[in-house]
């Protein structure tokens, strides 16, 4: 019975100790509770809550995405990839399950593009992409809306519903030829890929009948952006020409851009023009020049005043200017 007594005794006291001890961890955290009350609260640390992430299922779909589709299910079942930006933007890329390789290698460079074409150009555009890679001549034809023959050139080409003048482009997308992958190769795909896409983010301050130099040598110098290439690797045939002694005379016309033997010329020689006006005045003049000289066609006294009005110098000023340029950097 002893033995019985003392675990009696022993649990007795085990009991009234952790009585006490829970009373004082009450009585503590009472206080320390009041006293966080009371502390004013500039003295307690910052609570944020983590920033959202949306999800790409929960953003709204581009209305043009069903069309996209539709156009497409004719020639074959359609493959998507689509990658979301930090802001939420989505970006899509289309093609069929045969061109499973570029659609994946055309949606991981859609991101780095959107971000490199609203670098110079600006955030006032969608910056989002919709890219489609086309199975065939027809589906090419078909996406871009095109009524005539598809020259076999033409590697990507970027299109839009028909607008009004002030108002939002709407139906934008890059479509890509069947073999552009095969033609231009990772790096080209890349570079035309950011080229197309400076003719979406440019579309709404775009006037058909623009001079083409400007377009077109605005979005090849966005496309080759950053790259630490000489004027002789960027612009071969152009070089060729100059270090032939034939230095262009003014800037090229429209019609050197069609598709044909001259169109590789017309476009470098674009290029370096745009080049040189980013390289003497900056991108941000550059850019402003775009928005001056794209508001339709230009007889020369239009595009003299656009000069002025954005580098501050007339048409005939700047054509030395960049022949100069030419010449210097296409000295052997």
Known sequence: MSALRRFRGWLAARQRFEFVVTVAMMVALTAVGGALILLPKSALPAVRPAPAVARAEDLPADPQLPEVRRLMSG?????????????GRVSMVFGHARQRGDVDLLAKEAGP??????ELWGPDWSRAAVVVVAS??????????????????????????????GTRPTGQRVVFAPDAA?????????ETLRHELTHVAARAR?????????????AEYSGHRGEQRSLAQQA?????????????ADLPPDADFAPGADAALAYETAWSANAFAAARFGEAKLVDLYRHAATGPKDPAALDAAFRDTLGIGHDEFVTGWRDWLAAHTAA
Do not use: M, N, Y
Not at 206 to 218: H, I, N, R
């Open 113 to 118: 593009a959107v971000t490199a074409v609203t």
């Open 136 to 165: 065939s001549t027809a589906e090419f034809a078909a996406l871009t809306h095109a009524t005539g023959t598809v020259s076999p050139e033409v590697a990507a080409a970027s299109v839009a519903d028909p607008f009004l003048p």
């Open 75 to 87: 020639f074959g079942p359609v493959v998507a990839q689509q990658e979301a930006a930090e802001d």
């Open 182 to 190: 095969r033609r231009l190769g990772p790096d080209g795909l890349r």
């Open 206 to 218: 775009t006037a058909d009948g623009s001079p083409q130099w400007v377009l077109e040598g605005f």
């Open 236 to 248: 071969p045939t152009l070089t060729a020409r100059i270090r032939a002694g034939a230095l262009p």
